[in-house]
T-cell receptor, first 113, second 116 residues
Framework: EAQVTQNPRYLITVTGKKLTVTCSQN?????MSWYRQDPGLGLRQIYY???????DKGDVPEGYKVSRKEKRNFPLILESPSPNQTSLYFC????????????FGPGTRLTVL | AQSVAQPEDQVNVAEGNPLTVKCTYS??????LFWYVQYPNRGLQFLLK??????LVKGSYGFEAEFNKSQTSFHLKKPSALVSDSALYFC??????????????FGTGTRLLVSP
């Protein structure tokens, strides 16, 4: 079954404690992205990756890091989380850069105290 | 810059009645438009897209959308709503970063509540 998985699904942490949210896809897609979803703001792209070792900033990259060492994985790293990073995070993939259709993971709800 | 607007935070409709969820867009050039749905505790799912061609686009779960270039709108419609259609709906337009790479620009979402 084609899918995008994210772990953990829920996380409560404290300010400054480094965390990683993993994303994995089994569709052999080139393109992967991270979004955050906030009420009244919709989804905003944090980072995207065009292929292994190729990443670039999205619209709201501050406070986040990513890496793409393997095609199937695209972890999101918060080196020093702050309360304003409390949000719902989605990983998404698409076969190429055309964005004709994206496939989304189930989401990770992060709370930073 | 590309943008979409979803003017209604929430739409309420009775089961069996037609529904419309509104979306207007702003792009330079030809628009590539999308609708996604988000059910509780789930990721977004693709419903339909308009790239070119027929102004009425049919998608999943009986949904359709009407592209109107003169009104820069792309409203989502369904002839007969189901309680199970209750969800959060996002309109999106394909945009570009300054680098030239493409992206999806999402609206703020509209919550659809279908009452029995």
């Amino acid at each position: 079954e084609a899918q995008v998985t994210q772990n953990p699904r829920y996380l409560i942490t404290v300010t400054g404690k480094k965390l990683t949210v993993t994303c994995s896809q089994n569709m052999n897609h080139e393109y992967m992205s991270w979004y955050r979803q906030d009420p009244g703001l919709g989804l905003r792209q944090i980072y995207y990756s065009m292929n292994v070792e190729v990443t670039d900033k999205g619209d709201v990259p501050e406070g986040y890091k990513v890496s793409r060492k393997e095609k199937r994985n695209f972890p999101l790293i918060l080196e020093s989380p702050s309360p304003n990073q409390t949000s719902l995070y989605f990983c998404a993939t698409n076969p190429d850069s055309s964005y004709n259709e994206q496939f989304f993971g189930p989401g990770t709800r992060l709370t930073v105290l | 810059a590309q943008s979409v607007a979803q003017p209604e935070d929430q739409v309420n409709v009775a089961e069996g009645n037609p529904l419309t969820v509104k979306c207007t867009y702003s792009v330079s050039g030809n628009p590539y438009l999308f609708w996604y749905v988000q059910y509780p505790n789930r990721g977004l799912q693709f419903l339909l897209k308009y790239i070119t061609g027929d102004n009425l686009v049919k998608g999943s779960y009986g949904f359709e959308a009407e592209f109107n270039k003169s009104q820069t709108s792309f409203h989502l419609k369904k002839p007969s709503a189901l309680v199970s259609d209750s969800a959060l709906y996002f309109c999106a337009v394909r945009g570009l970063y300054d680098t030239g790479f493409q992206k999806l620009v999402f609206g703020t979402g509209t919550r659809l509540l279908v009452s029995p």
